[in-house]
């Protein structure tokens, strides 16, 4: 599905370019422009796009978008 990136809230799910989907844990800011998200997938390869690193810190990927922008997602 097309969502548009003013749409995002926790829990939307975002497929990045690879086809991993990666779900919004938290929205770290939003301006009337853009939103800052971090995205998070604890089934990921990579350690530091689990929700919690394997040291005890939060991970994830932090991603702004421009709220007009066009995503792959799920709501």
């Known amino acids: 599905m ?14 990045e ?25 604890d089934m990921a390869s990579f350690k530091e796009h689990w929700t919690i690193k394997p040291n005890g810190e939060k991970g994830g ?3 702004t978008y421009r709220k007009t922008t066009k995503l792959y997602g799920l709501l």
Do not use: D, P
């Open 61 to 63: 990927a932090i991603k």
């Open 17 to 41: 370019a690879s086809g991993m989907m990666y779900s919004v844990v938290e929205i770290i800011k939003e301006t009337e422009k853009s939103i800052t998200v971090r995205l998070c997938n």
């Open 2 to 15: 097309i969502i548009v990136a003013n749409q995002i809230k926790v829990g939307t799910q975002l497929a």
